[in-house]
């Protein structure tokens, strides 16, 4: 079967998937009690997991989780490298709150299916909107629910991980809450941009050990940061088998834009 038609009847099942889940999304938001919207948010992760999981080009390893991820609220950060990181992640047995961008929201179905999980909308050319972001989030980890971050802020280019920005690691030591570094490769590429068809690749995603907060202040967010930044990019490297400092070059070629 060519990449063409397995691109097109993936594509096609994702569809059958958003418009099914549509009307379940809202019936289970309806009728929820739980102000952080697990089940409703669960059902919504599985359509993501179901285009990682039935798409046949894929080859997906997930490890590192133990059950100790499915009690406790972290805030949770991954590099980023393309669209496709999304359904990964989603392969993930937990409940998380995605802090998405704006634009995604706007998207027919799926930015309604956004808004009935529960995600966050965040529009980085509002600095008042960061601000609401950091409200949002607070309230989900104090009901015990995790949130998720992209701190690179957008996909990388070349595959190397970029600067880290600060308000993931700042919202942590806020909320005392432990940092959940999870690291994902294999996705570059898979799907280009402007283009439909997916290519075939092997595709890991592992859940690292949390980075404890505990009596951090405010003034050790960069440390924080750059700590989960190291952590992430040596695990890179260890699955490229580069030496240390080839992932950290697209960390001080962002720093210098």
């Given at each position: 079967?060519?990449?063409?038609?397995?691109?097109?009847?993936?594509?096609?099942?994702?569809?059958?998937?958003?418009?099914?889940?549509?009307?379940?999304?809202?019936?289970?938001?309806?009728?929820?009690?739980?102000p952080a919207h697990r089940t409703t948010g669960r059902l919504f992760r599985w359509v993501g997991k179901l285009m990682a999981t039935l798409n046949s080009v894929w080859q997906i390893r997930v490890?590192?989780?133990t059950t100790q991820e499915l009690s406790h609220p972290y805030v949770v950060v991954c590099n980023h490298?393309?669209?496709?990181?999304?359904?990964?992640?989603c392969c993930l047995p937990w409940e998380m709150k995605w802090i998405a961008k704006a634009e995604l929201f706007k998207i027919p179905v799926l930015g309604w299916l956004m808004y009935l999980a529960g995600?966050?909308?965040?529009?980085?050319?509002?600095?008042?909107?960061r601000a609401r972001v950091m409200v949002s989030a607070r309230q989900y980890l104090r009901d015990r629910c995790s949130v998720m971050f992209f701190p690179e802020g957008t996909r990388s280019r070349d595959g190397r991980l970029r600067a880290f920005?600060?308000?993931?690691?700042?919202?942590?030591?806020?909320?005392?809450?432990?940092?959940?570094p999870l690291v994902v490769d294999g996705t570059r590429g898979?799907?280009?941009?402007?283009?439909?068809?997916?290519?075939?690749?092997?595709?890991?995603?592992?859940?690292?050990?949390?980075v404890d907060t505990s009596g951090l202040k405010i003034e050790d967010t960069a440390a924080l940061r750059d700590r989960v930044h190291e952590i992430i990019a040596r695990q890179l490297d260890d699955w490229r088998a580069t030496h240390p400092s080839v992932a950290l070059i697209g960390t001080a070629a962002a720093a210098g834009h």
């Open positions: 079967m060519s990449l063409a038609w397995l691109s097109v009847r993936t594509w096609a099942v994702l569809i059958v998937l958003l418009l099914t889940w549509l009307p379940l999304l809202a019936i289970a938001r309806l009728f929820e009690r739980d490890d590192g989780v490298q393309s669209m496709v990181d999304i359904p990964i992640i995600d966050i909308r965040v529009d980085r050319r509002d600095k008042s909107s920005t600060d308000g993931a690691f700042r919202l942590a030591i806020v909320a005392k809450v432990p940092v959940l898979v799907l280009p941009k402007n283009s439909w068809k997916f290519s075939p690749a092997e595709i890991r995603l592992r859940v690292l050990t949390p």
